[in-house]
């Protein structure tokens, strides 16, 4: 019986699992029905039909992440990076070879003012690659390795037809998780990113960021994003993790891959963080130099309206942000700062332009 059978199987032992009456229960029951996936993924055939799994030293069978066409990325950003203060100097995740010819997905904080990157698959052989894009609406980056790789692509899946508790499993650089999909719900961060609808998965893994999501018929389903403490809602207190939907890279990849960005016009970016407070927004901080630093915003301003039409929350400021025209646009925010409430004109950007370019010599 190969792991895609037991797959099956373990959908219908563990189909009541997000309805048990208490959170703990419901944790308890997550995880006790991941385990039954593990078990059958371990028991089972690799997700690529016709490849033979490795073996162990004794002989037992062994899954590497190159069967499930996961990579390592190793980067180094820029000296000058303005991202190296959140994101670090050297950063480290997964990425995802989507075509025989090494093109990478991946999630595109990782290689945001990247210097250099490395691709390793499981021989431990280090591959340079180049960055291509990364479409900040989507979240997605894309690479392309420099050399050969000896790791066959994946298929792309449909993300709009995930089920309820559907079973899938996490792949990063370190290795495989079983998870079920908890819930499908808008996402917003508090870094000016919206999706109108994400994938969330529980329970949670600890290397997410370019990780696979991938279905019973061994197909993409997403690309890991971010670690929640609220994968089956907002209430639930459930960690798990946030997946970019799959479905979202297929209308722009040929214009990521051919011009480096999708079409159309490019959102207006203020550089603003933001914490939500009862549907107002509280600054916590401000990009260095960048519009909303300008325009006069910091760290405990309150922004409660767009040009003088109140906001409910992130997602609420976001699409009225956007909806103020193209990058450069001027946005007049609504803003309490101290015991007064004041109107503040932010000449907006585009955020590729406030971000360090990678030199070319």
């Not at 942000?321 to 585009?350: C, F, I, K, Y």
Request: with cysteine.
């Amino acid at each position: 019986m190969t792991w895609l059978t037991w797959l099956g199987l373990v959908r219908g032992a563990c189909r009541g699992f997000g309805t048990a009456g208490r959170r703990g229960a419901a944790s308890r029951m997550v995880t006790a029905c991941a385990g039954m996936v593990a078990a059958a993924v371990l028991a089972g055939q690799p997700a690529v039909a016709g490849e033979a799994p490795a073996q162990g030293e004794g002989g037992e069978r062994k899954l590497t992440v190159d069967v499930f066409s996961v990579v390592k990325l190793r980067v180094k950003a820029l000296s000058d990076a303005r991202s190296r203060r959140t994101l670090g100097a050297e950063r480290e995740g997964s990425g995802i070879v989507i075509d025989s010819n090494g093109l990478i997905l991946t999630i595109g904080y990782l290689i945001q003012e990247a210097a250099t990157v490395e691709l390793l698959a499981s021989d431990g052989r280090p591959v340079p690659a180049s960055v291509i894009a990364y479409d900040y609406a989507t979240g997605f980056g894309l690479l392309r390795a420099l050399k050969p790789l000896s790791v066959r692509p994946i298929a792309l899946g449909e993300s709009s037809r995930i089920a309820d508790k559907q079973p899938v499993l996490i792949v990063g650089f370190d290795g495989v998780a079983p998870a079920f999909v908890v819930s499908r719900r808008q996402f917003a961060g508090y870094w000016e990113y919206l999706l109108d609808e994400a994938i969330f998965t529980a329970p949670a893994t600890i290397n997410w960021s370019g990780a696979a999501l991938i279905d019973s018929e061994g197909k993409l389903l997403g690309v890991g994003s971010l670690i929640v403490t609220d994968a089956m809602g907002p209430r639930s207190q459930i960690p798990g993790n946030m997946f970019v939907p799959i479905d979202l890279i297929k209308p722009i990849l040929g214009d990521l891959i051919a011009t480096g960005k999708s079409t159309g016009h490019m959102r207006p970016w203020i550089g603003v963080l933001t914490q939500n407070v009862q549907g107002k927004l509280m600054v916590t901080r401000v990009s260095p130099d960048g519009p909303a630093e300008q325009a006069g915003l910091a760290a405990g301003d309150i922004i409660v309206g767009v040009g003088g039409k109140p906001i409910d929350g992130q997602a609420d400021f976001y699409r009225k942000l956007w909806a103020s025209g193209e990058a450069g646009a001027e946005v007049v925010l609504d803003v309490v700062q101290g015991a007064q409430l004041r109107q503040v004109a932010v000449r907006s950007t585009n955020r590729d332009h406030y971000l360090r370019p990678r030199p070319i010599y």
